[in-house]
């Protein structure tokens, strides 16, 4: 159980595009999305928290023009890089809070390697 | 603000030794401490957690220590296997239910 997928697990697009992330939760429904970005050999910074029909809340930093964050439903939450340019080249990681369990207790997706050339 | 450490930041033992992994928190209100081991090109998969009610959990050859007072807590693995090669990371949970991440260890256990 507490099984979070995402898509695609990989892309790579021209600078100035923009690239949406799916983030789901399979067997669960999500109280609460997190996401999160990690460089090479970097610890995970988490980048912005969304909630079920709510706008996100984005970390100090976190241009949210620029991070669009959508969560249509308890088991969806879409991370939308826009006007991507080279320096937005990471691994974004999305995790879930289980509904009707800990809330403290987080599952993450298996990551979304992007690339911006 | 919340701030984590996290040592050693690599660690290589021997298979079937024990490895241990420390981390230190600055934020008193926290009660909760997971930790998490990542796979080159994976996500994190949680492995334990540990809540402030208590000072150690195991769950076979994995156990976690907390110290509130001095507000750090280890990662213990005994019986090391090559599996368990990966990158470890403590995490403190903030306000929010928001977490701040170790730096990461990456644990190499060799043959």
């Known amino acids: 159980g507490a099984v979070v997928s995402q898509h695609p697990s990989w892309v790579i697009c021209k600078s100035g595009t923009s690239v949406k992330i799916e983030c789901r939760s399979l067997?669960?429904?999500?109280?609460?999305m997190f996401w999160y970005r990690q460089f090479p050999k970097k610890s995970l910074m988490l980048m912005a928290t969304?909630?079920?029909?709510?706008?996100?809340?984005?970390e100090q930093g976190v241009e949210k023009d620029k991070f669009l964050i959508n969560h249509a439903s308890l088991t969806l939450s879409t991370l939308t890089v826009t006007s991507a340019h080279p320096e937005d080249s990471s691994f974004y990681i999305c995790s879930a809070t289980y509904r009707g369990g800990r809330a403290d207790t987080q599952y993450f997706g298996p990551g979304t390697r992007l690339t911006v050339l | 603000g919340e701030n984590v450490e996290q040592h050693p930041s690599t660690l290589s033992v021997q298979e079937g030794d024990s490895a241990v992994i420390k981390c230190t928190y600055s934020d008193s209100a926290s009660n909760y401490f997971p930790w998490y081991k990542q796979e080159l090109g994976k996500g994190p998969q949680l492995i334990i957690d540990i809540r402030s009610n208590v000072g150690e959990k195991k769950d076979q050859r994995i156990a976690v220590t907390l110290n509130k007072t001095a507000k750090h807590f280890s990662l213990h693995i005994t019986e090391t296997q090559p599996e368990d090669s990966a990158v470890y990371f403590c995490a403190q949970e903030g306000g929010g239910n928001k977490l701040t991440f170790g730096t990461g260890t990456q644990l190499k256990v060799e043959l």
């Open positions: 067997d669960f429904q999500a109280t609460t």
């Open positions: 969304s909630n079920e029909g709510s706008k996100a809340t984005y």
